[in-house]
């Protein structure tokens, strides 16, 4: 078996038990907060009989004792059926799988767009060492740092959507456009502008500083010295020698900040109204729709530790010190 | 008479700092001559690597600056090239080996990558022609299973194949001039011994001009020709081994000599230099050995003393040495 094999199929097996503990984690953490499904129901009903209630409460397994209900749960994760919302009517995984591609492709367009403008403006400011384009770019990164997202895609909305009528200010599609093709990527690709900037523009920020300060490091480094007396050039220093070995903390840092751009995607999503998971997260948590959170939130604990073992391989392709083992 | 390969004149290389200036090199002159290998030997901190990076305008600006001099290479000043025809020069006709191999290389570069570069910056070519010249470079340095090490990342050799390594890279283009900025310390004695002895054959075989630079003065008995003392940023001595060994003049070289551990006399302390050198921010005002020397005399502590032949070409700077010689 090839090492890179077998130090996948270790690392999926070491992966389900940090899931299901943190799906037992989150189970106990819901149902610390007061309130269920139900009194949330009936609270919206604007009132209702103790035995309807306590119907409800049946046909929802919540009367029974805590210990059972985590026995179903985890046997529902265990056969990967996530249950049913009764606030939706419909199947989690239904749920789930008709909100996962707006978010997807939020999360993606908001991270490639913060890693390479982080990673070039980084270079950039670390060239231009306290001249300048280095001084603009730190400042730059540390107003987008300190400023709350939401706050920033309030504004965005404000300059691009009402001010100047450039894009769209909520939603993934026009709504009744019917539009298919061609059209339909441009529309969605119009939509997905402001969000997407607004979800980048912190992480660009961090990545921007983070890449300046593992640039200047390594450019203190004895084998840049030594490139330099080979008769490199600064380009070739800069992209070939420094680069390289800079990237190293910033692919750290992609592989722990998955779980925090899914935080921040709740905000933007609510901001914007982008029909996708964090938006849903967010609403099951006043809805108090059990199922559906544990859902997505054992989606996001999955695909957090798979980035995650993503990112080590790729740092071990970066790196020959490293080796998959 | 025909340009000498290196000749440096006056050389001031000074660190500015907070409104501070440190002289790390202040009025430094010598020569190398092709096919010779000059050894620049001193304590710690007295100017070695600072005027070797001087030599290739490595020093980092700020905070270091070359305020004078003349660094004349077959006949050209180098304070006056562009900094373009410099970044030609390095690697080509002047190249540099480094203190310590372990952290001289890339680690995310092959060996053979990383020499090949060299050969690529100045000869152009294609990517197989410089990696085949690698493999030759390897072998003139002696790492056996050359073609095969060429693969290898730096964290898989140990320090000497390290160092024989970035021997290789600065040697890819032949250089004229080949500054080895301690090429042994970091290195086990028997490496060592065998690292120096392969700069000594490369330097005869290609007919390269070497300076050495060490603290080590084994070194240089064995394989430099002559030798300059420098002490706190200036050249105090200057002679033929030979000459230097058998009449040192300064009272600083004297006190180094002494200091070396011989072989039968048992027992009892190394003979040591009295004092520390003095910081470069809080120089003496005269002689800036004065302090620690047991000859000084008033003169010594109120005005410098310049490099002054006292035999030909074995120049001294000490008021005393030369007075003596004059009598």
Redesign the interface.
């Known amino acids: 078996m090839p090492p890179t094999l077998r130090f996948l199929l270790r690392r999926l097996g070491q992966a389900i038990p940090i899931i299901l503990g943190i799906a037992i984690f989150n189970f106990f953490l819901l149902h610390m907060a007061p309130g269920d499904a139900v009194d949330v129901l009936a609270g919206e009903a604007g009132g209702a009989t103790p035995e309807y209630v306590a119907q409800l409460k049946a046909k929802f397994g919540l009367d029974q004792p805590m210990h059972v209900q985590l026995g179903k749960f985890l046997w529902n994760v265990a056969t990967l059926n996530l249950g049913f919302s009764f606030r939706h009517n419909m199947p989690v995984v239904d749920l789930i799988l008709a909100r996962l591609p707006a978010t997807l492709l939020l999360m993606i367009c908001a991270i490639v767009l913060a890693f390479s403008a982080g990673l070039v403006l980084g270079v950039t400011a670390a060239r231009n060492l306290n001249k300048a384009p280095d001084r603009i770019i730190s400042v730059m990164a540390l107003l987008a740092y300190a400023t709350p997202i939401f706050w920033i895609g309030l504004m965005l909305i404000l300059l691009f959507s009402v001010k100047l009528g450039w894009l769209p200010s909520s939603g993934m599609e026009t709504i009744g456009g019917d539009l298919s093709g061609a059209a339909r990527i441009w529309d969605v690709a119009r939509h997905l502008v402001l969000p997407a900037v607004t979800l980048a523009l912190f992480f660009m920020a961090l990545y921007t500083r983070l890449m300046r300060a593992s640039m200047l490091e390594v450019y203190g480094l004895d084998y840049v010295t030594v490139a330099r007396a080979k008769g490199v050039g600064e380009r070739g220093i800069a992209y070939r020698h420094v680069l390289r070995n800079a990237l190293l903390p910033m692919i750290t840092m992609l592989g722990l900040q998955v779980g925090s751009l899914l935080g921040g995607s709740v905000l933007v999503e609510t901001v914007f109204g982008w029909p996708g998971l964090g938006r849903l997260a967010f609403e099951s948590v006043f809805q108090r729709d059990y199922n559906l959170l544990l859902g997505i939130l054992l989606l996001s604990s999955a695909l957090v530790v798979l980035v995650n073992l993503l990112i080590d391989l790729l740092y071990a392709r970066l790196d020959p010190r490293i080796e998959v083992a | 008479m025909s340009a000498r390969l290196l000749e440096v004149r006056d050389l001031r290389t000074h660190f500015f700092n907070r409104g501070t200036v440190a002289k790390a090199v202040d009025g430094v002159s010598f020569h190398v001559d092709a096919g010779e290998m000059l050894a620049l030997v001193g304590e710690s901190g007295c100017g070695k690597s600072v005027t070797a990076y001087s030599l ?1 305008r ?1 020093i980092a600006d700020p905070p270091g600056k070359i305020v004078g001099g003349e660094i004349l290479f077959e006949g050209h000043d180098l304070m006056k090239l562009s900094d ?1 025809e410099m ?6 006709r002047i ?2 080996i ?1 203190q ?1 191999p372990m ?6 570069f092959t060996i053979g990558a990383q020499i090949a ?2 050969v690529l ?2 000869r152009g070519g294609t990517k197989a022609a410089a990696l085949s010249r690698a493999v030759e470079l390897l072998d003139l340095v002696g790492i056996p299973d050359s073609r095969r090490r060429i693969d290898e ?1 730096p ?1 898989r050799l140990s320090g000497g194949m390290r160092q024989r390594a ?1 021997i290789a ?1 600065a040697l ?1 283009c032949e250089p004229k001039l080949l500054i080895a900025d301690e090429p042994t310390t970091a290195l086990d004695v028997t490496i060592q011994a065998q690292v120096l002895a392969l700069i000594s054959e490369l330097k005869q075989r290609l007919g390269m001009g070497v300076i050495m630079i060490t603290h080590d003065l084994g070194v240089v008995a064995q394989h430099a020709q002559r030798v300059a003392v420098m002490y706190a940023g200036k050249i105090v001595e200057q002679a033929a081994v030979a000459d230097l060994f058998s009449r040192p003049l300064h009272p600083y070289t004297k006190g180094l000599l002494a200091s070396i551990p011989r072989q039968g006399a048992s027992g009892g302390r190394l003979n040591e230099i009295p004092g520390m050198v003095p910081s470069l921010l809080a120089m003496p005002r005269g002689c800036s050995f004065a302090p620690r020397c047991p000859k000084a005399v008033d003169r010594c502590t109120h005005h410098v003393p310049s490099l002054a032949d006292i035999s030909p070409l074995h120049p001294v700077s000490c008021f005393v040495a030369q007075q003596e010689a004059k009598l």
């Not at chain 2, 970044?87 to 080509?92: A, C, E, F, I, Y």
């Open positions: 290739l490595l373009d970044r030609r020069l390095r690697g080509d190249a540099m480094f310590d952290s001289s290389l890339n680690p995310v570069e060299s910056v100045h990342y964290h970035v890279m890819a």
